[in-house]
Structure formats: structure tokens, C-alpha cells
């Protein structure tokens, strides 16, 4: 008899350290802690701009792409002799102020779309909270031009609390609300902007559709986390076009909900 309970606890002790082994694979995902930014009546353009350019440097993911001026216009430099962003925003579009310009490039980036770069921006308003949006606004505003942003442009409904250091999407834990629903968190992380998957979104980056074809699910989990662990073949001029600001964006569950989501697709 005590011959089978020892090999029932053997059983019992191996499976749990397989499973612990399993777990500790896994990445824990955390966001950084959220700086409050109190916005009021008397709210100062200093304030706006400060938070503006910690989501533009941080959660927003923005010098992913704005940060050399290849596959996007560089907004914080000179770009051909038109001058920063704050300079050129008034410019760009007949009858729209700066604000507005840089409002709609957040909120519907193909409605116009610089000369000599490709629609890959996707819509920021989906991704950030409109407290955030509005302070990297006044942070571009900021780079040549003058800031004009006051709290009355942020939406009344909205906390008075922004974070400027993460949770992203305008709702509490996280992106899409920390909805684990995937297609809910692709949606909200403007995946389709650049990938294609069941029929809809672009053809910029590699197609997901049959995804768990060819990768595995730490293999999608990887590339999520860290998007330059490997580049798909054809596309290495599009290397680092990926934010790595999604692991920061999204909770575990979220995360894990959306590797076996796209696992799936083979």
C-alpha cells in the first residue's frame, strides 16, 4: 500500500512542477504606474505638454515611427525645410487649424495622408484615452508652435484623472477596456491598420490569417513582446515599424487570450 501512495504523491509532486515550470514561461506582463495628470479650469498648457510628452515617448508608441522621419513624418525636427510639427500643422490641411490637423491624423490618420509615406498609422483615439490624446496634441503643438489645447477640447464625461504612463483605450485595466474578447483587443490596438485577418485590414505587414500556420504560440507571443525577435521574410524594411509598447498595453490575460486566438488561425 505504501508503495502506491508514494508513486501517487511522485505523480501528484511531478505534475505540479511541470505546471509551475509552464507558468514561470510564461511572461508576466505589467504596465507601468500611472502618473496623474489633475485637469481643471486651470489647467496650464506646461501640464498638457509635460504628460503629452511622456505618452508620446512612452505608452503611444509614436518614435516607433515619428522618431527617424522614414516610415513617418518626423514631428519633432525640421522635416524639408517646412520646419517641426507645430510649425507645419496649421499647414497641411486648407480651413483646419493646427489642433484640428493633428486631432483628425489621431482620430482618422488616412483622411489625409503625407505625401510620400504609406497609410499605416493606426486610430490612436481607439488606443489611448481622450486625456491622452489631447496632451500629445499639445505636446506636438508645443514643438514650433503655440499650444491652444485647454481642458474644455477633453470630453466632460471623462475621469478628471489621466494616465499618462499607461492603460491605454479611454476604460479601466488596460487596452479595449481589459476586455479579453481578441477581436475586441485587435480592434483596439489597430492591428488591421497594418495586418489582414479574416478578409479585413491592410496588406503593409504580414498577413495573420493562417498565422498559427507558421508560428507557434510563444513564437506570437514573442513577436507580440518584443516585435524585432524575428522579422517575416519580405518584409525587412518594415523592421521596427511594430510598437513595443503592446506587452505595456495589454494585462496577462488579455495577452494569452489573444496568442491562442491568433494560434488558432491555421
Request: charge should be neutral; aromatic fraction near 4%.
Amino acid at each position: 500500500m505504501w508503495v502506491t501512495n508514494l508513486k501517487i504523491v511522485g505523480v501528484v509532486l511531478g505534475t505540479l512542477a511541470l505546471y509551475t515550470l509552464i507558468a514561470n514561461e510564461i511572461p508576466q506582463v505589467q504596465s507601468e504606474v500611472p502618473q496623474t495628470l489633475t485637469l481643471g479650469t486651470n489647467v496650464t498648457p506646461e501640464q498638457l505638454v509635460a504628460a503629452g510628452e511622456k505618452v508620446f515617448n512612452g505608452i503611444g508608441g509614436c518614435t516607433t515611427c515619428h522618431g527617424l522621419g522614414t516610415r513617418a513624418p518626423n514631428l519633432l525636427t525640421d522635416e524639408t525645410g517646412t520646419g517641426p510639427i507645430g510649425v507645419r500643422c496649421g499647414k497641411r490641411e486648407p480651413g483646419k487649424s493646427c489642433k484640428q490637423y493633428l486631432f483628425e491624423s489621431l482620430d482618422n490618420p488616412t483622411a489625409y495622408v503625407v505625401p510620400g509615406y504609406q497609410p499605416i498609422m493606426p486610430v490612436m483615439t481607439k488606443q489611448l484615452s481622450p486625456e491622452q490624446v489631447w496632451a500629445v496634441i499639445a505636446f506636438l503643438e508645443s514643438q514650433g508652435g503655440t499650444v491652444d489645447v485647454t481642458a474644455s477640447d477633453i470630453p466632460s464625461t471623462t475621469s478628471t484623472a489621466s494616465s499618462t504612463g499607461g492603460g491605454g483605450g479611454g476604460g479601466g485595466g488596460g487596452l479595449a477596456g481589459g476586455s479579453t474578447d481578441p477581436k475586441a483587443i485587435i480592434q483596439a490596438a489597430g492591428c488591421l491598420a497594418c495586418h489582414k485577418l479574416e478578409g479585413q485590414g491592410q496588406v503593409i505587414a504580414p498577413d495573420l490569417t493562417h498565422v498559427g500556420s507558421r508560428r507557434t504560440a510563444d513564437s506570437i507571443r514573442k513577436k507580440i513582446l518584443d516585435p524585432t525577435s524575428s522579422i517575416a521574410k519580405g518584409y525587412e524594411k518594415l523592421a521596427g515599424i511594430m510598437p513595443k509598447t503592446f506587452g505595456a498595453m495589454m494585462n496577462a490575460a488579455q495577452l494569452e487570450a489573444l496568442v491562442q486566438y491568433l494560434a488558432a488561425h491555421k
